[in-house]
């Protein structure tokens, strides 16, 4: 059975946007906006990652390297000033749909293999990624006026 490698790739891919979102907070704490929701959405992403454990154990997590190479391929530190926030936004959103992808794809395998309680998880931390990645799509917008266009 395969669920065990994306519980694996999730649950790393989680924590790795944990840790993601909580460097940015800390890079642009002059933002209060920013590094408010970014620690909120941090401790989001390591409940999702807690949320996990219980399956992972069931299903005897496999954990592979991917999540570990996107983060260290899109995320090599934070950035300053206007332009580096938006591009520290847009490698969170990058990492986030990493996230919202495979819990789509492990709610199919939750579905395959009726584990109902595996489904509520998974309903419940999508709904959340989504809404992370809707922020991150609303803060870039907010940001890109004044990051592309004024000097």
Known sequence: MHLAHYLGLLHRAQTNLADAFRQVAAAHADEPDVRHLCERLAQQCDE???RLEPFARRY???APDEPDRLHSELFGGTRTGGIGLLRDLQDL???AAECDICWTVVGQAARGVRDERLQQVV?????ETAVQ???LRTRMKQAAPQA???A
């Open 133 to 135: 990645l809707r922020w």
């Open 60 to 62: 005897r997590e496999q």
């Open 93 to 95: 959103y990058l990492m």
């Open 123 to 127: 309903r419940g931390c999508e709904g």
């Open 48 to 50: 999702h990652a807690e």
């Open 148 to 150: 592309l266009v004024v």
